[in-house]
């Protein structure tokens, strides 16, 4: 059955009131294209302020792993950045643990920053290639599973930007 703590949702996550959002960045931490330029273009230079201070301690974010930062003048107050694998049909096994990684490990880091409601978007979808199809069921499903032992987590909102992706979602997860 449907998680009612779970909500899909049509638009741009950098919009989003929610205690953080997930940023689908790479592993220098120093900003992009796609949700990652958005989130760097609307959160402001404090953002990018700590990712450096992060990258200079420990060398950037590992694919798989996150760190956490402020969220500037983003209504969330923090920004979770994890870096998604890039997908190759070659690596397909291998990149779909890293995805599942991705959503666990920022699930992990929000829970430890007393966040209570996080959305995420549909990580590794755009740039990086990752099948979206399964990379929603991924994502769902590491979710679920999170959440079917965390009580300090109230929301978790999937971010779709793109119609396949909300279709793909709303499939899964939606009410109509
Ligand atoms: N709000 C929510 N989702 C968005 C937004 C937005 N404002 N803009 C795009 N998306 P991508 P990746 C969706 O390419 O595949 C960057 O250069 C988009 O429709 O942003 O993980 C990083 O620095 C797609 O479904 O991230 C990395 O180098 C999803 O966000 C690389 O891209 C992810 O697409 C990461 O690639």
Redesign the pocket.
């Known amino acids: 059955m449907k998680d009612s703590r779970v909500e899909v949702v049509k ?5 989003q009131k929610v205690d953080a959002i997930v ?4 592993t ?1 931490l ?10 760097h273009r ?1 959160g402001g230079k404090a953002i990018l302020a700590e990712c450096i201070k992060i990258r200079d301690r420990q060398g950037g974010c590992k694919t798989g792993e996150a760190v956490i930062t402020t969220g500037g003048n983003l209504p969330a107050r923090y920004v979770i950045h994890t ?2 694998p ?1 997908w190759s049909s070659v690596n397909a096994d291998k990149a779909a643990t890293l995805l599942a990684n991705a959503y666990l490990n920022s699930l992990k880091l929000a829970a430890k920053n007393g966040v209570r409601t996080i959305a995420f ?10 099948p ?1 199809q399964e990379a929603a069921a991924i994502a769902i499903e590491t979710v679920a599973d999170f959440l079917s032992t965390d009580t300090t987590i109230s929301k978790v909102l999937f ?4 119609d ?2 909300y279709d793909l979602y709303q499939q899964r997860l939606g009410n109509s």
């Open positions: 638009g741009d996550i950098t919009k940023n689908a960045a790479n220098s120093l900003g992009g294209g796609g949700v990652d330029g958005a989130i609307a870096v998604g890039v978007p549909n990580i590794s979808t755009g740039i990086y290639h990752f979206k971010v779709c930007f793109d396949d992706n």
